[in-house]
């Protein structure tokens, strides 16, 4: 049978929520942030969460091209904690292996066409909502405070320069490897080790904001009768990908293993808006999004997706709407269905108030299929770096008890009312992948070619002359006389 454990919330119970963030933002800005408290004076720094790449950055005072966000830009000269991360250091599994100015440098491309350069940083970390009003001074601030590596940017380009958020929070499984410095999750896990707490992240993204826990889920905020599935992720990438047997409707097959897997496969990708496939892949699913019901809409195209208007007077709430629709049936490993339910899936069309589409698109470049925030919505999601599992269960995220009670009715509404500023859609992956040379190493590498046609030039003319005066060696042995 498809399930793994039955809530066991009364026995873990944690009436102390103390690492949950409440999550801001939806999909029409595009993106989904947490704040994070760095340093002295626990500065807040507002983070794009993203399962796809690796680095925790945002911009210092030093940044002489960065744009203008929601917090100031982090003063490590205040900070007297901080520590600049020197280039033959080792944080974690990873020695730097790339120096600028005496300091450990990083420049990271993402698919979406953005870039971030800067160098790294160590300071004090704490995150979670109820920290916000506490001084660092706070004895619960102090305890439970922790050292970790953070990024300093100092330039920013497109997106990243344009945004709201200060940053990113990179929280892919590539973090404490030999490829990348240990993040706040990792670290923390370091220290409370032998506890409760487990090596594991959880998101929880509705239409409108959510939460994130660290270490464990958030149990409270489930109901009680909740199931709770777990499958493995592929320990072998640098993502969360995961197994989709297949996607069906009504328990029908519309798009099998093969077409599904065709490429790098499917990963989870909390920085990306829409959901992405291969163009035979979207095409078999866009097909299917079918109207059904005499009320129905004419079908719409609008940037290249499928969508209907949706008018109150004729098709009564959201919820009724959405009914129209079908659920697509995820078939994960352990028999677990995930079900893509159009309450969850149907997105606003750019610029629009009313008009809701299906939102899959063709991705550009290798054939991959990326669950990104729309696959995501109302399911709280766990990443177990401990266990490499993914675990899902269904939750309505916006209603967070703590901060805000957003009802899907409520957001629908908001979204009818207001024509928001739209950020449009992002696919935030590092594209600094294993092997590929970025441009600093092949700026480093055409000038080291030139110097190298250089020394060849006169060790050809040297050897001329050796070899008139009679004496010819080999170059090794020129090399050593040398
Ligand atoms: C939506 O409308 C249906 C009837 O059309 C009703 O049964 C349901 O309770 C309504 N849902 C909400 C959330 O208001
Ligand atoms: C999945 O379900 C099938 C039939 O319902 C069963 O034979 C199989 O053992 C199940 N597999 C797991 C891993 O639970
Ligand atoms: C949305 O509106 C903005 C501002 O009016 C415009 O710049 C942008 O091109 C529009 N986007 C689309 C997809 O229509
Ligand atoms: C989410 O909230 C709705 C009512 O707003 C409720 O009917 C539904 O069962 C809830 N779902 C979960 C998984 O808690």
């Known amino acids: 049978m498809l399930i793994i454990f039955y809530l066991f919330s009364l026995a873990i119970c944690i009436d102390d929520p103390i690492h949950t963030s409440i999550i801001y933002g939806d999909s029409d800005q595009g993106y989904y942030y947490v704040n994070l408290f760095v340093g002295e004076h626990k500065q807040k720094q507002s983070l794009i969460l993203d399962t796809a790449s690796?680095?925790?950055?945002?911009?210092?005072?030093?940044?002489?091209?960065?744009?203008?966000?929601?917090?100031?830009?982090?003063?490590?000269?205040?900070?007297?904690?901080?520590?600049?991360?020197?280039?033959?250091?080792?944080?974690?599994?990873?020695?730097?292996?790339?120096?600028?100015?005496?300091?450990?440098?990083?420049?990271?491309?993402?698919?979406?066409?953005?870039?971030?350069?800067?160098?790294?940083?160590?300071?004090?970390?704490?995150?979670?909502?109820?920290?916000?009003?506490?001084?660092?001074?706070?004895?619960?601030?102090?305890?439970?405070?922790?050292?970790?590596?953070?990024?300093?940017?100092?330039?920013?380009?497109?997106?990243?320069?344009?945004?709201?958020?200060?940053?990113?929070?990179?929280?892919?499984?590539?973090?404490?490897?030999?490829?990348?410095?240990?993040?706040?999750?990792?670290?923390?896990?370091?220290?409370?080790?032998?506890?409760?707490?487990?090596?594991?992240?959880?998101?929880?993204?509705?239409?409108?904001?959510?939460?994130?826990?660290?270490?464990?889920?958030?149990?409270?905020?489930?109901?009680?009768?909740?199931?709770?599935?777990?499958?493995?992720?592929?320990?072998?990438?640098?993502?969360?990908?995961?197994?989709?047997?297949?996607?069906?409707?009504?328990?029908?097959?519309?798009?099998?293993?093969?077409?599904?897997?065709?490429?790098?496969?499917?990963?989870?990708?909390?920085?990306?808006?829409?959901?992405?496939?291969?163009?035979?892949?979207?095409?078999?699913?866009t097909q299917q999004f079918l109207c059904q019901n005499e009320n129905c809409p004419d079908l719409q195209y609008l940037e290249e997706l499928h969508c209907y208007q949706y008018i109150p007077e004729k098709h009564g709430n959201f919820s009724n709407f959405a009914s129209y629709f079908p659920i697509f049936e995820f078939e994960l490993d352990n028999n677990f269905t995930f079900k893509w339910k159009p309450i969850n899936y149907l997105t606003l069309a750019v610029n629009t108030t009313d008009i809701y589409c299906f939102p899959l698109a063709v991705i550009p470049g290798a054939p991959r299929m990326i669950l990104g925030q729309v696959w995501m919505r109302n399911w709280?999601?766990?990443?177990?770096?401990?266990?490499?599992?993914?675990?899902?269960?269904?939750?309505?995220?916006?209603?967070?008890?703590?901060?805000?009670?957003?009802t899907e009715e409520d957001i629908i509404l908001l979204e009818q009312q207001s024509l928001k500023q739209n950020n449009g859609r992002r696919v935030y992956k590092d594209l600094n992948l294993k092997g590929k040379l970025d441009i600093f190493s092949e700026t480093l590498y055409a000038f080291v070619m030139i110097v190298l046609m250089i020394f060849l030039y006169y060790l050809f003319f040297y050897l001329l002359k050796l070899k008139k005066q009679g004496k010819y060696q080999t170059i090794q042995e020129i090399n050593s006389q040398e």
């Open 54 to 285: 690796s680095i925790t950055t945002f911009p210092c005072v030093d940044c002489k091209s960065c744009g203008n966000h929601i917090d100031s830009y982090y003063n490590f000269k205040i900070s007297q904690t901080h520590k600049v991360v020197k280039c033959d250091q080792i944080i974690g599994e990873k020695q730097c292996d790339k120096c600028l100015n005496n300091r450990c440098s990083f420049q990271i491309s993402y698919a979406e066409g953005s870039r971030l350069a800067g160098y790294f940083m160590q300071d004090w970390l704490i995150m979670g909502d109820e920290f916000e009003d506490l001084k660092q001074s706070d004895e619960i601030v102090k305890l439970e405070q922790i050292l970790s590596v953070i990024g300093c940017t100092t330039l920013e380009t497109n997106l990243f320069y344009t945004q709201k958020a200060n940053g990113i929070m990179g929280l892919s499984p590539k973090t404490n490897t030999e490829f990348s410095f240990p993040n706040y999750i990792d670290d923390l896990y370091q220290k409370e080790k032998g506890s409760e707490f487990q090596k594991m992240f959880t998101i929880c993204i509705g239409r409108r904001d959510g939460y994130m826990t660290v270490g464990q889920y958030d149990f409270n905020r489930h109901r009680n009768d909740s199931l709770y599935y777990k499958v493995k992720y592929d320990q072998d990438t640098d993502v969360y990908k995961i197994n989709v047997h297949s996607i069906k409707i009504d328990n029908i097959v519309i798009a099998d293993h093969n077409l599904i897997n065709l490429g790098q496969g499917a990963f989870i990708d909390s920085g990306s808006t829409l959901a992405y496939g291969s163009p035979k892949l979207s095409e078999k699913l």
């Open 380 to 406: 709280d999601i766990g990443f177990n770096k401990q266990t490499q599992e993914v675990l899902f269960v269904e939750n309505n995220c916006s209603n967070t008890k703590v901060s805000h009670e957003f």
